[in-house]
């Protein structure tokens, strides 16, 4: 008796100890996923360069984004506001060109806004090829509202509702052409496979990623340094049930075929934050409308333009007047 009263206590005790220990790790586990979800899809509260901790390279890209700021505002660019879905008030600056019926979107990345990540294109479309400029702020980013970052899933939306923004202010005669960087070049080639209206003509993205389930699994692991499925799976859980949105079909690869109009390809060949792979497989997949692409050696994520901007300029030229009515002498 005594013998069987020992046992049935350690066996208890045991039971408790594997109990305790299960509840620590479902617990651990809660933390972990807690905090990725924060990092990856909730807008952050401070969004403040830290100047003096950048590098060279990154402070110049600084200072230049801070003169071609002030460039776009010293020209008086229209508030302009709009309500998504989800009843977030979206922001965005535009800048008219008189007489022109051609128009830019550009869209910037994430964790950034409109100004810091577009305004260095605002010269080269604006006044030489004479579009009328447009630069949104993404929901939860910028000046728009919103709580939650969905890697193009929503964004892509709100895109479209400005396309028909222009398109109901300024006729259904106007051409659009839709320019992103990184998540902004996810977002372009999303509302490109979701049979955008006819008065968009061209996409042009640059450095933007296959599909959001690739893009969150490769930062996870960049900063942990080894790869967890487990955490990137979980993200997508909670966002699909907890936030009321599917990345999922935040799919650039996936749904390329399903492409509308012809897509100049950019990125550069040192992108460690987007990998170049990226570039090239989203190139590769493209068959089913006509493509071009402009590759820049050693340039990092972001830096196409900042590394090679005549070649940049000309490529873009030269793939929109193949759609378009530009002219370099506007």
Known sequence: MVLTSEKGFIMKVFLIIIAVLLSLILIAAC???SVAVKECVIRPKNTTVD??????KY????????????????????????????GNVLKAWFVPKENSKTFVIAVHGYKCNGPDECSHLFPFY????????????????GRSEGRYISFGARESENLLLWINYLIERYGEDIEIVLHGISMGAATVMLVNQSNPPSQVKAIIEDCGYTNAYDIIF?????????????????????????????MR?????????????????????????VPFEMGQKLYEACKTVEKDKLFVEGAVHAFSYYDAKEEYDAKVT?????????SSEK
């Open 31 to 33: 933390i972990i996923v």
């Open 51 to 56: 100047y003096d901790s950048l590098s060279e």
């Open 59 to 86: 402070k110049k890209r600084y200072e230049l984004r801070q003169k071609n700021n002030k460039r776009l505002y010293d020209m008086n660019p229209e508030d302009l506001s709009l309500t998504d879905n989800q």
């Open 126 to 141: 604006h006044e030489t090829l004479g579009f009328n400029y447009l630069l949104p702020d993404h929901v939860s980013h």
């Open 218 to 246: 490769h930062t996870i692991k960049r900063q942990l340094g080894f790869e967890a499925p487990h955490i990137t799976k979980a993200i997508f859980f909670v966002t699909r049930n907890f936030f009321g949105y599917d």
């Open 249 to 273: 079909t935040a799919d650039c690869l996936g749904r390329m075929d399903e492409s509308k109009n012809p897509i100049l390809f950019i990125h550069g060949t040192k992108d460690q934050v």
């Open 318 to 326: 030269e793939f929109l007047n193949k759609y378009l009515s530009v």
